[in-house]
């Protein structure tokens, strides 16, 4: 047999190798880039989950203290990640404090937009979780737009510009957001929010600098933390600038038919017309909320509002208080003065 027949004879052999070759070296780059390989461990679940307001107006209990500021603290599987920062240099760090937190071993922050009354805590945790932990508070999660410049006759009104430098020059680094994405396992950050319903909560009349030119200050960089659990999404906001109902409805787009187990944070709904509270507790009935911790900017009234016209029980929707906890399969722990 001649070396043209014997390949012949072959040929099936070899396109059978070459087929199981193809399979084999195929998979690694399924696993590591397609979709289909990703989307089991897309949405994985978080299983433990502890919230704690370290800032906001009132105290719950006689310890810390209250300021018009947000902050909170996130324990999650084991991840642990702060919120805002406050609104003076030492509020989030005594109150940490006072309730005896340990923040040293926090790496992570968001920052959910530029206000000073969510930022202002920044540089002083830094530098005292340095002293414990280098790597303490040395990685901010930020949204496109916080760095923009907001132009006032006083001068330039965006603290984070100046922030930002300052706080690189202690080793951190921001990582900026374009969109939404998990920052680990469960933990997804909205990134800029699309506005499908004119909510406008925000309560300045600022301009700022966008790539489009100087427009009304929207604050576009707003953002929020959506976890989910097996008993359905946690969200955490600053202030919720976007609307507390696109941001839901944004999470809901990613989490499709998951009910919201809990609401954390600001509204922004303090100055709110009665018309405005009734649109948005109807809205939040079709989301399936069953627990409420209104703090900073959401407004005392507003949060009683709203629990009447969801119908949720006194101890499920709350104002929150510095030391307030939601604690995933216990609910919402309010301190004394919000039971």
């Known amino acids: 047999m001649n070396g043209f027949s014997r390949l012949i004879r072959m040929r099936p052999y070899v396109a059978l190798i070459a087929l199981l070759l193809s399979i084999i070296y195929a998979q690694p780059i399924l696993a590591q880039g397609s979709p289909a390989a990703s989307a089991p461990n897309a949405h994985a679940p978080i299983h433990t989950l502890k919230v704690t307001l370290l800032s906001t107006m009132l105290v719950g209990d006689t310890e810390g203290m209250g300021e018009w500021g947000f902050s909170a603290l996130i324990d999650a599987d084991g991840h642990r990640v702060l919120l805002d920062t406050g609104a003076h240099p030492h509020t989030v760090l005594q109150n940490a404090r006072d309730l005896q937190i340990d923040l040293s071993t926090v790496k992570e922050v968001i920052l959910t937009h530029n206000h000073w009354d969510h930022v202002s805590g920044l540089m002083t945790l ?17 949204a496109r737009g916080i760095f923009y410049s907001r132009p006032s006759q006083q001068g330039e009104a965006n603290t984070m510009i100046a922030l930002k430098k300052e706080y690189e ?14 920052i680990f396992p469960g933990a997804w950050l909205t990134g800029p929010v699309p506005r499908k319903y004119p909510e406008r909560n925000w309560s300045a009349s600022g301009k700022v600098q966008a790539p489009e030119g100087l427009v009304e200050d929207t604050i576009p960089e707003d953002q929020s933390l959506v976890l989910n659990t097996p008993q359905g999404l946690v969200v955490v906001t600053g202030c919720g600038h976007a609307g507390i109902i696109n941001i839901l409805t944004f999470a809901q787009s990613e989490f499709p038919d998951q009910p919201v187990q809990a609401v954390i944070g600001g509204l922004h709904l303090f100055s709110a017309t009665d018309e405005h509270l009734n649109w948005t507790a109807d809205k939040l009935k079709d989301f399936k909320v069953s627990n409420l911790i209104g703090a900073h900017c959401t407004g005392i009234e507003a949060v009683y509002r709203i629990r009447e016209r969801l119908g949720l029980p006194r101890a499920s929707a709350v104002v929150g208080t510095v030391g307030s906890t939601f604690v995933l399969g216990e609910g919402v722990h309010a301190g004394p003065i919000a039971q």
């Open 126 to 142: 830094r530098r005292e979780m340095m002293k414990t932990n280098p790597s303490a508070l040395s990685v901010v999660h930020v």
């Open 169 to 182: 020059a202690t080793g951190g680094k921001f990582v900026v957001h374009d969109e939404a994405g998990e």
